[in-house]
């Protein structure tokens, strides 16, 4: 279930995923699920838009892009039935599904929570979450801790297994000399009190010191958040990726190409997976 705010590159993580998993021999069956989405640059194979057009429903009900694409996504939920009569039966087989990129569905509402529920239930999915933010915010110490902030919401409020990926690494090999500290600082989420000196000196940030440090405290105690890094246009980080999700939602500790003891220990600790820019 790939979410992200939009820009994050959810569309482009589906595709070239989806290319290297049929490169694998797997079977990989791509879903649409974002009504605005009308420029997909891959063949899905199941279309929300099949079912409901945001265009049609901003003209029918007379509302805004936001309030439309709620309304898509709680048509989908009542007619649920839809989409699980399509994926029923298809046991082995990958499904990636591109979600819109309003984060209001998933940290506000409760509509994408009970679609991934059913999903989970009537159509007997094993479901894992990886959640795309741009690396760029590791920049800027506001933007990294709103970026925490939703990472953590989603987290607790969809409650599945789940993987937070910092995008567009190759962009943010380039400007190295933007951030304050080291990368294993930003992925890892280290002492976060080390950020609160960069807010100070910002004069929009600092006069709102408290609450930086209240949200520093609250990411803090409940330490769940923590980043992949990811080039989506290299093989080796996407394998990364899909080594991680395989060991999210147990694949790899039933699939025939998971099972020698190797794999699964090497997938199980980790092994081969660089978090670190210049891998990447």
Known sequence: ????????????????????????????????????????????????????????????????????????????????DWLVDQIKGEHGTNFVFDLPGQVELYCHHDTIRNIFSKLNENGNLQLCVVHLVD???????????????????????????????????????????????????????LDLNYLLDSL???NFTNKYKKLNSALISIIEDYSLVSFQLVNMFKEESLMCVKNLVDKANGYVFKAEEGRHINSMLACAMGINEPNDVDNL
């Open 1 to 80: 279930m790939v979410i992200g705010p939009p820009g994050a590159g959810k569309t482009t993580y589906c595709d070239k995923m989806s290319h290297l998993l049929k490169k694998l021999g797997r079977k990989v069956i791509l879903i649409n699920l974002d009504p605005a989405n009308e420029r997909i640059s891959y063949d899905c194979d199941i279309d929300i838009r099949k079912l409901i057009v945001l265009e049609e429903v901003m003209d029918q009900y007379n509302l805004g892009p936001n309030g439309a694409l709620l309304y898509c996504m709680k048509y989908l939920e009542e007619n649920i």
């Open 200 to 202: 100070d000196t910002d």
């Open 135 to 189: 690396s760029h915010h590791c920049s800027d110490a506001g933007k990294f801790i709103a970026a925490l902030m939703l990472s953590l919401t989603a987290m607790l409020k969809i409650a599945l297994p789940h993987i937070n990926l910092l995008t567009k690494v190759d962009l943010l090999k380039k400007h190295m000399d933007k951030l304050e500290f080291g990368i294993d600082f930003y992925t890892e989420v």
